[in-house]
């Protein structure tokens, strides 16, 4: 019987507290896979979908399983009024979201940047689902606090790809939309002077 004790694997990538830790590496199945040293083990996704590999409801994500109803309930309706999402499916996707932001981490650091752009685009649409469907107030709010984050995080990865691809005005205007978006949503949150104070 093989083991399962992962202490073969941990013992040769020592975790550095100092710095995020990833690598590539095959899997048993033949595919490439992001590995992100932890302090107490390792996390392994998925480079394409869903980080975890699962299809919920035969979808790529939550996420899109919920874009797919709301479109549905769109066209049978001409309009979004009614489409709900309650507090146990905006928990669902809030913690798919927490998987999502773990590979970006992890493509970050390897310098994927298009991964990077096309994994918080993902999440942002994550937040804008809930803050427009969810059926509590809480469940709307809940995930806006990191809005600020993933729009800086994204914004990164667009202007750092843009300066791979020797693009600089590209990669500029990537920062002009982003710190406009960060305006804007300090504005709309009845806050407008954190723009100045935010870290993003």
Same mark, same amino acid.
């Given at each position: /019987?093989?083991?399962?004790?992962?202490?073969?694997?941990?013992?040769?990538?020592?975790?550095?507290?100092?710095?995020?830790?990833?690598?590539?590496?095959?899997?048993?199945?033949?595919?490439?896979?992001?590995?992100?040293?932890?302090?107490?083990?390792?996390?392994? /996704?998925?480079?394409?979908?869903?980080? %975890?590999?699962?299809?919920?409801?035969?979808?790529?994500?939550?996420?899109?399983?919920?874009?797919?109803?709301?479109?549905?309930?769109?066209?049978? #309706?001409?309009?979004?009024?009614?489409?709900?999402?309650?507090?146990?499916?905006?928990?669902? $996707?809030?913690?798919?979201?927490?998987?999502?932001?773990? !590979?970006?981490?992890?493509?970050?650091? $390897?310098?994927?940047?298009?991964?990077?752009?096309? +994994?918080?685009? !993902? #999440?942002?649409?994550?937040? +804008?689902?809930?803050?427009?469907?969810?059926?509590?107030?809480? %469940?709307?709010?809940?995930?806006?606090?990191?809005?600020?984050?993933?729009? /800086? /995080? !994204?914004?990164?990865?667009?202007?750092?790809?843009?300066?791979? +691809? #020797?693009?600089?005005?590209?990669?500029? #205007?990537?920062? +002009?939309?982003?710190?406009?978006?960060? !305006?804007?949503?300090?504005?709309?949150?009845?806050?407008?002077?954190?723009?100045?104070?935010?870290?993003?």
């Amino acid at each position: /019987m093989a083991s399962l004790d992962l202490r073969r694997i941990l013992v040769d990538w020592e975790h550095e507290s100092s710095q995020i830790s990833v690598r590539k590496i095959v899997g048993d199945d033949g595919t490439i896979k992001i590995q992100m040293r932890l302090d107490l083990g390792v996390l392994q /996704m998925e480079l394409a979908g869903r980080p %975890d590999g699962k299809k919920p409801h035969g979808c790529e994500s939550l996420l899109a399983h919920h874009e797919k109803r709301l479109a549905r309930h769109l066209q049978k #309706n001409g309009t979004e009024l009614g489409f709900e999402l309650t507090a146990e499916e905006c928990a669902a $996707l809030r913690e798919e979201a927490v998987q999502y932001y773990h !590979r970006y981490l992890a493509e970050f650091v $390897l310098e994927d940047f298009e991964a990077v752009e096309s +994994d918080t685009a !993902r #999440n942002l649409r994550v937040l +804008d689902l809930c803050a427009g469907h969810a059926e509590t107030e809480s %469940d709307r709010e809940a995930l806006e606090q990191f809005r600020p984050y993933i729009t /800086m /995080m !994204r914004a990164q990865a667009m202007a750092r790809q843009a300066l791979k +691809d #020797n693009e600089p005005k590209a990669a500029l #205007n990537a920062i +002009d939309d982003a710190l406009e978006s960060l !305006r804007q949503y300090f504005a709309e949150s009845g806050q407008p002077d954190l723009f100045e104070q935010s870290g993003e």
